[in-house]
């Protein structure tokens, strides 16, 4: 199973912007659909963003309009670009490959801390 290396979280003030990535092991390709995940201190692991091997997105609501997900078959990554961030989306965040139940794979790797602070 392709497994994934999240990057690019830090510590960036309100307003401000990340892009974080996500690296896989193998090809990315043949997999239905990318997830971004986040999970908040004492909050569960939530679903932020999907894109399907078609290119359909979806977006959990309180980020719509300020992410955006893509994601690169060619160079086997998937990208997370956070704009007009905010305190709530402090979180460690994570990338994983969905099953077409759209149930993420086992295997989570270590995410990226982002941390929205002035």
């Known amino acids: 199973q392709v497994q994934f290396v999240e990057s690019g979280g830090g510590l960036v003030q309100p307003g401000g912007s990340l892009r974080l990535s996500c690296a896989a092991s193998g090809s990315i390709s043949s997999i239905f659909a990318m997830a971004w995940y986040r999970q908040g201190p004492g909050k569960r692991r939530e679903s932020v963003a999907q894109?399907?091997?078609?290119?359909?997105?979806w977006y959990l609501d309180s980020v719509k309009g300020r992410f955006t997900i893509s994601r690169d078959d060619a160079k086997n990554t998937v990208n997370l670009q956070m704009n007009s961030l905010k305190p709530e989306d402090t979180a460690v965040y994570y990338c994983?490959?969905?099953?077409?139940?759209?149930?993420?794979?086992?295997?989570w790797g270590q995410g990226t801390q982002v941390t929205v602070s002035s």
């Open positions: 994983n490959g969905l099953w077409p139940s759209y149930v993420p794979y086992d295997y």
């Open positions: 894109i399907t091997r078609g290119g359909s997105t």
